[in-house]
């Protein structure tokens, strides 16, 4: 009997590099072996105890049906409502709102929507492993912009426009940024949105960390700068801000026509995000956002005493970030042959897993990113046994 092939597209892709890391800390620990994880962008936080008794009362209630398919209309005022708050956007909750089944998904219903085969988007990186594969699924290509470490990974309007070529479509943008941490400056976004607005280009704003922000930095969401809210698709979530990464709850904010657009995607995939988890998003939004402060203090603290454990070292250097969950350090002068060996050496010397740069494409090499969304007992375990192996 003939076989057929898989589809090109697929089959050209690769398995996240972030999820085979936490498939083999998982084996490994299944073997007995004790393991500190660094690889994963996983709170240790429980989910706020409000948040989760708002969902078991809703499948107390029965509420375990579908929704209408751009979310409940209790959940997307709540959205509304923050982006008015945050950011000084009127948005029409039924017009501009889609809620998804995690900020991934939204962004992947963005890219099928702005994206034609033979089209050009335009990332920065370091970037999110997931951002490339996406895009190839929608049959575009990347236009990779490598940013300099060197300056603090300063995103610079000119490198933007010399990637630009009659195929590009878009440019998306990760603020926070994730595997660096930075936050981009109100200087930083105005040069996108003038890139952007100059060439007729659409912007995918990934904004899942902006609630993670330490220090004096500031998140500005780019649909909140002059002329860019009919050209901008926001993504954000409740994964990393209200320790929700299991429940898998999203949306996306854009003009009315894209977001026409969007719901053919969504609804001819996954139709609506689950009925009760998006009670559970209601009460997230809608109640005490103290623990967000709370866990905001102790990721700080953790990635103090990250870097201060990892600094100790001859070889590695550290820039703070100023928002997300990940130190993104330098190990050029370690003398290894590539991030992937280093990442391999410590695993088996120290028993501590991390992510190799070349994970988060151009630029990452010469890197690892390292998780301090752990516990403090986690993060003090990983600099004895970074010392240890150094010795």
Not at 213 to 226: D, L, M, N, T, V
Not at 341 to 364: C, I, M, Q
Request: proline share 4%.
């Amino acid at each position: 009997m003939r076989q057929h092939a898989f589809s090109k597209r697929i089959a050209n892709l690769e398995l996240s590099e972030t999820y085979a890391i936490l498939d083999m800390v998982r084996s490994l620990r299944e073997q007995g072996e004790d393991i500190v994880d660094l690889g994963g962008g996983e709170p240790d936080f429980r989910t706020p105890e409000h948040v989760v008794d708002a969902a078991v009362e809703a499948l107390s209630d029965g509420d375990t049906h579908y929704t209408p398919s751009r979310g409940t209309k209790a959940l997307l005022d709540a959205v509304a409502h923050k982006y008015k708050t945050e950011h000084a956007l009127d948005l029409a909750a039924d017009k501009n709102i889609i809620i998804t089944p995690s900020a991934k998904h939204a962004l992947f219903i963005a890219l099928m929507t702005l994206l034609d085969e033979g089209d050009e988007i335009i990332i920065p990186t370091p970037s999110w492993v997931s951002y490339k594969a996406m895009a190839a699924m929608a049959g575009a290509t990347v236009k990779a912009v490598p940013l300099d470490g060197r300056n603090g990974f300063l995103l610079e309007p000119q490198v933007l426009e010399q990637a630009i070529t009659p195929r590009t479509k878009a440019i998306l943008i990760n603020n926070p940024n994730n595997p660096t941490g930075r936050v981009l400056t109100r200087e930083e976004v105005e040069g996108v949105v003038q890139v952007a607005l100059k060439h007729g280009l659409y912007i995918i704003s990934d904004e899942i960390y902006e609630r993670v922000i330490y220090g004096q930095a500031r998140h500005i969401s780019i649909a909140s700068i002059a002329g860019a809210e009919d050209i901008t698709v926001t993504i954000s979530g409740f994964s990393k801000a209200y320790a929700m990464t299991g429940w898998r709850l999203g949306y996306v904010v854009a003009a009315e026509p894209i977001a026409n657009e969007m719901l053919k995607v969504h609804q001819h995939t996954v139709g609506c995000a689950g009925s009760f988890i998006q009670r559970g998003g209601i009460a997230a939004l809608k109640g005490c956002q103290q623990r967000i402060a709370d866990m905001v203090t102790a990721y700080q603290r953790r990635r103090d005493r990250l870097i201060d454990g990892l600094e100790k070292i001859p070889g590695i250097q550290c820039i703070a970030p100023e928002g997300a969950l990940y130190i993104f350090a330098s190990i050029a002068d370690l003398g290894f042959e590539n991030s992937l060996s280093f990442t391999r050496w410590l695993l088996s010397t120290a028993k501590v897993a991390v992510t190799p740069g070349t994970a988060f494409g151009e630029g990452g090499e010469g890197y690892i990113r390292l998780s301090f969304a752990g516990s403090d007992e986690a993060i003090d375990e990983a600099v004895k046994r970074f010392h240890h192996a150094f010795q």
